[in-house]
């Protein structure tokens, strides 16, 4: 039964009269592959049904969150609980502390928490956070990295910014990024080289660990390690954004992955376990400066809301138990390993990368390490790849620049069906 007897054709047309390019988030629009966006019905584990009843197996999983598949038992079950007793009360809850306990038992560098809506306050709010401390106005960010939609972010940022062509939005002023230095990915002599020229002015590096919105770009060895070594030297603060790492690529997120701790971390996507719930955090010195402890104000109606607490809660259990994250890379290192198998018999050029169960590829001769190699991609037969998966029920992100995902969902027997598929799109891209 779906919830509609309209096609996503006719669904879409009709959006695009009600909302801007008729989507709430600009990458689902499918401007870079082309086509109409899959209107979807609903969700059942590894796959997703559209609206006229097509059922592909789902590796963008909501771009990160749904670590568990769609409509997990006990996350649907620990919603209608909750929302039996309230959706919401602008107060606190039992729940938040539980959420923040399981949350600081799992981050290495995470003493106090604060729970907001969405990834792009947790970022705004940790360099707020940063500039606080330090009492500096200047931050570093890397081409290509995509920290949500903040102002200070929408320079030469990732995702659907680079998707979309747009190096700096329109309606960003130059005062918002007058304050925002930009450097390549992987490149510490770079960001040496601006910590130099402005000596004692920067608050804070800001980073994707594992970048995942140029495509997936893993840092080089000595990157993590290196950007430590520099905040330290020069007084700055290292604020991961872990929004999509963040128990993705270990329960423990990058920091733990690669041993190299931040002073601030930012969550979102997995933590509340498909809902809208992120957060950022570190040790108390800094995380005290946080309204009403301190005096650096942020605020949110809906932070730490029962409904999001409830399934983020059960989430982060279920990812605890043991084997879980060794389980999803192993079907992840398959799949990554099939693609790419199937792309050097096709001939093609491809470069595929995975970190935990955080994956991607590119059609490209060379390793890609930065922004300006990812863009060197073929971007057209990605688009082909892209329809050519979608025609055989896999439904990749719509778009060269983003990550993909698996979930406990996807069965060796999914793997392996989509493995059959790429082998036949491949060889057809000859
Ligand atoms: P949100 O504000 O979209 O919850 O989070 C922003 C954000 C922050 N940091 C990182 C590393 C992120 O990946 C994101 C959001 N990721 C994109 C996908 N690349 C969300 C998808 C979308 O924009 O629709």
Not at 35 to 54: C, H, K, M, Q, S
Request: hydrophobic share 50%.
């Amino acid at each position: 039964m779906t919830y509609t007897t309209q096609t996503s054709a006719q669904l879409f047309e009709r959006a695009q009269q009600l909302m801007p390019g008729g989507v709430n988030s600009p990458v689902r629009a499918f401007r870079a592959v082309g086509g109409t966006p899959l209107f979807i019905d609903r969700g059942e584990g590894a796959y997703v049904i559209d609206v006229d009843g097509n059922r592909y197996i789902d590796y963008v999983l909501s771009w990160g969150p749904l670590i568990l598949g769609h409509a997990h038992p006990a996350v649907v079950a620990a919603i209608a609980a909750q929302a039996a007793r309230g959706a919401s009360f602008g107060a606190p809850t039992a729940l938040e502390n539980e959420l923040a306990e399981l949350v600081i038992a799992a981050v290495p560098s995470v003493e106090l928490v604060r729970f907001v809506s969405s990834g792009t306050e947790a970022t705004m709010s940790a360099i707020r956070l940063a500039r606080a401390y330090t009492q500096r106005e200047k931050i570093i960010k890397f081409i290509g990295c995509y920290h949500g939609h903040a102002d200070n972010f929408l320079v030469q940022a990732g995702s659907g910014v680079a998707t979309l062509g747009l190096p700096d939005s329109p309606g960003v002023t130059a005062a918002a990024t007058s304050n925002t230095l930009s450097a390549p990915f992987n490149d510490l002599a770079a960001v040496e080289a601006l910590l130099k020229a402005n000596p004692g002015q920067v608050a804070a590096i800001v980073v994707e660990p594992v970048a995942g919105n140029m495509g997936l770009v893993v840092p080089r060895e000595q990157f993590l390690p290196g950007l430590r070594k520099l905040c330290d030297e020069h007084g700055a603060l290292l604020v991961f954004d872990e929004v999509m790492t963040g128990f993705r690529v270990a329960y423990g997120g990058a920091q733990a992955h690669y041993g190299v701790l931040p002073d601030l971390t930012c969550l979102g996507k997995v933590v509340g376990g498909g809902l809208p719930a992120a957060a950022y955090g570190g040790r108390h010195a800094i995380m005290q400066l946080v309204a009403p402890a301190g005096p650096m104000y942020q605020a949110g109606t809906l932070s730490g809301n029962p409904l999001a607490m409830a399934a983020g809660i059960v989430a982060l259990k279920a990812l605890a138990e043991p084997g879980v994250y060794e389980r999803l890379s192993g079907v992840t290192s398959t799949l990554c390993q099939g693609f790419w198998k199937a792309a050097f018999k096709a001939g093609l050029p491809f470069q595929a990368a995975k970190v935990g169960s955080m994956w991607g590829f590119f059609f490209a001769e060379d390793e890609v390490v930065d922004f300006d190699s990812a863009k060197r991609a073929d971007t057209a037969l990605f688009k082909r790849f892209f329809h050519g998966m979608l025609e055989r029920g896999v439904y990749l992100a719509p778009s060269q620049f983003e990550a993909a995902f698996v979930s406990l969902a996807h069965s060796d027997e999914i793997i392996a069906e989509t493995l059959q598929a790429a082998q036949a799109v491949f060889a057809s891209l000859r």
